[in-house]
Each structure stands twice: as C-alpha cells, then as structure tokens.
C-alpha cells in the first residue's frame, strides 16, 4: 500500500494508492498518531480515490474506531476526512463513521477532495 502524507498548516493530507490492506492502514494509522505535533492537528484527510482496490474488511473498521477512540480521549477534537467514491469502500467509510459517533472526532466521507478541504477549513 504506497502511500504518501503530506504536512499542511493545520493538519495532514494522507493519499493512498495501489491495492490497500487492512493491517497496512492500521499500522499507517499507528505511525502518524505518533508523529511529533500530532496532538496540535486540527484534522486528517484520508483520500482513497487512488485506490485500485483493496483487501480491507468491517473487522478492520472496527480495530480502526477502537484505536482511534482511545487517541481521541487523550488528544481531544480532531477532523477526520474521508474521500472516497468506490462503492464497496464507501460502505467500508460509513462503518467506521457510525463507530465513531461517540468520539471527540468528527468524522465525514466525501467523494471528492476539494469537499473534504473546504469541511476541515470550517471551524
């Protein structure tokens, strides 16, 4: 899973591409909530619109949700994009964002990126 993440002003812009994996976005996800001025991120967008497909599955959404729970409970509010227009990702999407409804991130899908910026610019 090649992906590449970007520094912005007030958050990161991950993009991936190729065929995603499950387990290769968990550990992805690991690393960037141990990147230094993680817990000064305004938001994080995940755009999968270059994905060629993938093997990820609702388990996986769900270990995603309770990681991420337990690192919003210590870091607070956080914005969290996502952009994706492959139906079978779609609903992938939408799991994850009914698991965490209860967290101090907000969470949204768009299918197209320029949606998602002009939501994490919005306060």
């Not at 000064?40 to 755009?47: A, G, K, P, S, V």
């Not at 337990?70 to 607070?76: E, R, S, T």
């Not at 952009?83 to 609903?91: H, T």
């Not at 990126?113 to 002009?118: I, Q």
């Amino acid at each position: 899973m090649p992906h590449t993440i970007e520094q912005e002003e007030k958050g990161l812009y991950r993009q991936f591409t190729g065929i995603i994996s499950g387990d290769e976005i968990l550990e992805s996800n690991f690393d960037t909530h141990a990147l230094p001025g993680y817990q000064e991120l305004h938001y994080i967008i995940n755009d999968f619109n270059a994905a060629d497909g993938h093997s990820i599955e609702i388990a996986h959404t769900q270990a995603y949700a309770s990681s991420d729970k337990v690192i919003a409970n210590a870091k607070g509010q956080l914005k969290i994009a996502i952009v994706v227009s492959r139906p079978d990702m779609v609903e992938l999407a939408k799991n994850y964002i009914r698991l965490m409804e209860a967290s101090p991130f907000s969470c949204q899908l768009f299918q197209h990126l320029k949606d998602a910026r002009r939501w994490v610019e919005t306060d």
